[in-house]
């Protein structure tokens, strides 16, 4: 008899044999990756953690010291993964209903990639949840607890996937915006990449592209955003050269995202929410600044500045001068004398956002040979 409970089972019994060291105690930003997985599922939500351990089981169970976590011991675990599988899951409680399957050499999936699949665990009948990152499958897998005895009862040989491929009719794929699904740490190298990875703190281009895909914004929008972000990211190099540094990652990843909500009423916050929720900050802070900005110039430089001016100077998904963009704001919405003077004030930011780069660079503002100082709107406007 199950419940509604989801738990996760961590695989954490190997050897890390190709690796130079031992894989659940590898270090991401102070953490291992033991208790970077516990946080992302209580992240998530899921209270129920199982972690099966083997080899090293004292080390591993004397650094985590953690009472809230169920540990498994696996004296076979040299037989396999899917002896470990098996232990995990004869340990559950009866009143789980699925289980994630969760290796512990897969460590930076996040919370919100679970919540995918939690959702659609409880909206489909299907009894197998695979992500997938552009149409390949990653992990970890949502399993049907109405699947452990089949599972506990199989042999050995072949591993979890074998006895998965045989339910393929009860299985079906989530995709999520998470490239983490597909990145282990089978070798040294991989680890090294992993590291590169948590260090953006961004969503990188393609993992942009993939949460633009799930919250189906209109392709034109999609333009107008890979514009701003390339206007974006030339300002940015040029500021960098001049010995300015600010984050570039999460300044690209702002911009790819910042009109992801268009349609919605307060776009920027709607979007720039979604983003937050799910677990990027600096991106998040970026993208809710990008309508409206006070901008001091005696004050440092931010990325905030760079995408709302970036934002100013796009029309659709060209670029165009502040002189085109504001007389055209002029000419649609500035039927009201709060209108006309909401037009002036965001004008003015993205003046003042121009000269500060002026400054810094000690040039003319010149974008593709084209002069968008945005003067002669200025001189026009105060005729």
Known sequence: ??????????????????????????????RTAMERLIDTYRGSGVRDIYIVVGYNSDEVMGQLKDPDVTWVLNESYAEGMLTSIKKGILALDKNIDAFFMQPVDIPLIKSKTLDFLTDKYYKCSRGILYPTFYGEKGHPPLISCKYNALITGSPDEGGLKRILEKLEEDSVCVPVCDRAILMDMDKAEDYENLLAYDQLDAPDAEECRAIRAYYKVPEPVCRHCDAVEQIAHNLFMKLDSSGIQLNGNALSAAALLHDMMRNEKNHAAAGADIIKAMGYDSVSKIMATHMDLDVHEQEPLTENELL???????????????????????RDKGDTPEAIENIKRRWLSARSVIHKIERITGTGFQYDKT?????????TYRK
Do not use: H
Not at 7 to 29: D, Q
Not at 308 to 330: G, H, M, N, P
Not at 371 to 379: C, K, M, T, V
């Open 308 to 330: 709302y001016l970036a934002d100013k100077i796009v029309k659709t998904d060209r670029i165009c001068s502040l002189d085109e963009k504001f007389t055209q704001a002029l």
């Open 371 to 379: 002069d968008i100082s945005g003067q002669a709107w200025e001189d």
């Open 1 to 30: 008899m199950t419940g509604d409970r989801i738990a996760v089972i961590i695989i954490a019994a190997g050897y890390s044999s190709r690796m130079n060291g031992f894989k659940p105690l590898f270090r991401f930003k102070g």
